[in-house]
């Protein structure tokens, strides 16, 4: 199992990215995929996940949109309006259910490696 995040990178306040997540040994399409991310000293938080539907962290809501590719077995985050506490290290993740947002990584059956994102003021 992989999952390769990328797209990170420096942006200013106001500005977007969008992160792509490549999948391999599994089908995204049978879990939950979620976007999560970490700054430095501070627990993990949950972005974004997608099943059926699409579920935001209040914080995201309206800047935020999570989408996949089920044929390129790809996860997509496209960040939009970002803010120089949208600054983490950004991974995509999956599981077998919705998770909470409780700071754990115990939450997500898997998690790759991550990509950078920081936002300038």
């Known amino acids: 199992v992989q999952l390769q995040a990328s797209g990170g990178g420096l942006v200013q306040a106001g500005g977007s990215l969008r992160l792509s997540c490549v999948a391999s040994g599994f089908t995204v399409s049978n879990y939950y995929m979620s976007w999560i991310r970490q700054a430095p000293g501070k627990e993990v938080e949950w972005v974004a996940s997608?099943?059926?539907?699409?579920h935001y962290k209040d914080s995201v809501k309206g800047r935020f949109t999570i989408s996949k590719d089920n044929a390129k077995n790809t996860l997509y985050l496209q960040m939009n309006n970002l803010k120089p506490e949208d600054t983490a290290e950004y991974y995509c993740?999956?599981?077998?259910?919705?998770?909470?947002?409780?700071?754990?990584?115990?939450?997500?059956?898997?998690w790759g490696q991550g990509t950078q994102v920081t936002v300038s003021s």
């Open positions: 997608i099943y059926t539907d699409t």
């Open positions: 993740a999956y599981g077998r259910s919705l998770p909470r947002d409780n700071g754990n990584w115990l939450e997500y059956d898997y």
